[in-house]
């Protein structure tokens, strides 16, 4: 039975046979009979009484007596329910892995009693968990615990774990760099809670700042947990923290391996036997005794975003917990987000930024290739691919014996193609999906649905032959190898994403996200087709574009031996941000434009997506605050429409409950066609 259903997003009462007593425990798992079938469930409190007046069904069974479901895990879980207009189920299955047996019953490296097995029952009024089930004892204990499928979750783990213990005083010279950097660590030793955005250097050790932070939280007594984008960060991180904190200090969350070890990471983290949890978006809900820090790196990622119901931003899931442990916050990054720039302009947080004249003495040399001055001396700098001066900071790079990296948007080889006599791009005949080329001598094929086009002639004027309309990272690859005969050409992408490269003359081909860390820094570094980046139609374009180019120009030396050339017009305000290497700048921009056309994060917006008969109907049972401003339809995926609906930021939890009620009531009457409901998502059009 699918229990993770709106309209039963509260808790049941349960009696407790005499037989469980011992091991039906706040945060266990259960099995109990709902609807006359058996289910899983969460049992999350126990009491003396239950105030139903009905009568009450006894559990069935204790999975197992691990209570694995912290306190302050359900109550975080709760809060990202209500902000996201979701189910408590759905939250519990982000925030707990599945269960391991195996796992649980290995010798463990410490005798004590697992962490919160004796803690305080959860106020249930306090805890109002989602589609949930109660428990009672036999003389009349209740527990509330919340029926849910199986939860999925990823982990890692680091060897020896041990006890967390107190590390001795952190050396704040790493952030000396930025002025308010010493009194963050400061405050996080003394067992403060300072909340920081953090724009970082170009050249900075990123993770060595982040382990910093971290060592100076468990000085004061404090746990940290640490969310970051992928696993190549994960592994930066992971090095960077066993330097500082010592072998088994720490666990990592991270999807890449299996079950086993995932769960066993989990359990070191919920046993108390680590104090510090780093990972991907799934450490976002990591059970960690008194949290001192969460802190994020790079959230203007994509990858931060969970891609499953009810679709929380690892951001915001962590300002909740600092919110509700009373812990430090550390945003950081190269580029600076709307939602970072808030916390600041709200108050809300402290800015930690270098002065400009350390900026301009770390900044490589940055040009555009579309200002005036440019296009007087190379007049078809405008249209051209490789511009003549992209094409000599290449050149002059590797005559000095030094790595260039080569930005592309795009990955494969061709992957969007044209005609070559009309210029009309190649659609599939089956699905009119793209056509694209997957290699010189390739056959066109759909990039939807995959079928090969190897008779394609063109609808409009019956031409068979097909030019490139977008260049891909490998074409890249080849084209820059006969440019430059005899330079090695190694490329970083989807197939094959390097980590690091020497640092010797060679071309690094490499899609947004993939840039691998060249040994002492890039000689060059060339941001191509920025059209591709700037003209998405996408509230988030620019804020974009910027965060990818500073990312990869941040891995060239500073000026004179290092520059980057990006292929744009210098007039561009996301141009002129990398140019000025000033973030915050766009960032305040950026704001300022989105709350004077009523963009989130200036508003709450949620976007409903369905058939447009079941939009209406949902859309026409919510009660909606009266200050809601209903917008659309606007054409979605597969023949759906979406609707967008605005409130202020004070109504936004009006605004959930609303939604969320509207989605119960569709449930409860089994309404044939789903909707998708999505508080301020990524992408609005």
Known sequence: ????????????????????????????????????????????????????????AYLEKVVSPEPVLAP??????????????????????????????????????????????????????????????????EPGTVDPATVRREPTASVTVRPEPVAPGTAGAVDPRGWRDYPTGPALLRALTDGRAPRAVWSALPGEDWA????????????????????????????????????????????????ALGPARRYRAFLAARRGQVSVVIGTRAAMFA??????????????????????????????????????????????????????????????????????????????????????????????????????????????????????????PRRGYLPSVSCAECRTPARCEHCSGPLALPSAGGTPACRWCARVAAAYACPHCGGRRLRAAVTGARRTAEELGRAFPGVPVRTSGREEVLTDVPGGAALVVTTPGAEPVAEGGYGAVLLLDSWALLTRADLRAGEEALRRWLAAAALARPAPAGRVVVVADGALAPVQALLRWDAAWFAGRELAERRELGFPPAVRMASVTGTAEAVADLLGAARLPDDAEVLGPVPAEEGRERMLVRVPRARAAALAEALHSAAGARAARKAADPVRLQVDPLSLF
């Open 208 to 255: 060595a700042r982040y382990a910093d932070a971290v060592a100076a939280t468990v000085a004061g007594g404090r746990g940290a947990v640490v969310v970051v984008p992928d696993a190549r960060d994960l592994e930066r991180l992971d090095a960077a923290l066993t330097g500082v904190l010592g072998p088994g200090r720490h666990v990592s969350l991270s999807a």
């Open 287 to 408: 059970p960690v005794d008194r949290l001192g820090l969460v802190a994020i790196w790079d959230d203007g990622d994509d990858l931060h975003s969970e891609p499953r119901s009810p679709y929380p931003h690892a951001r915001d899931v962590l300002l909740t917990r600092v919110q509700l442990a009373e812990a430090g916050a550390l945003v950081g990054g190269y580029a600076r987000t709307a939602e970072a720039q808030l916390l600041l302009e709200t108050g809300w947080a402290r800015e930690v930024v270098a002065e400009r004249a350390t900026v301009r003495a770390r900044i490589p040399a940055i040009a555009p290739t579309g200002d005036d001055p440019q296009l007087a001396r190379d007049p078809g700098a405008a249209t051209a691919r490789l511009p003549s001066l992209a094409w000599t900071a290449a050149r002059d790079a590797l005559r000095q014996d030094l790595p260039v990296l080569v930005q592309v």
């Open 1 to 56: 039975m699918d229990v993770g259903l709106a309209h039963l997003d509260r808790p049941f009462d349960y009696l407790v046979p005499a037989e469980l007593d011992a091991v039906a425990v706040p945060g266990t798992r259960v099995k109990v009979r709902f609807a006359g079938k058996l289910v899983d469930g969460w049992l999350l409190s126990r009491a003396d009484d239950s105030g139903h007046t009905g009568r009450l």
């Open 72 to 137: 302050e895990i359900a109550r975080l879980a709760r809060a990202v329910a209500d902000r996201y207009a979701g189910s408590l189920a759905d939250v519990l299955r982000l925030a707990v892995p599945p269960r391991h047996a195996r796992v649980e019953k290995e010798p463990r490296d410490d005798q004590s009693t697992p962490a919160d097995a004796d803690a305080p029952a959860a106020d249930p009024s306090a805890v109002r968990p989602g589609p949930t089930v109660s428990a009672t004892m």
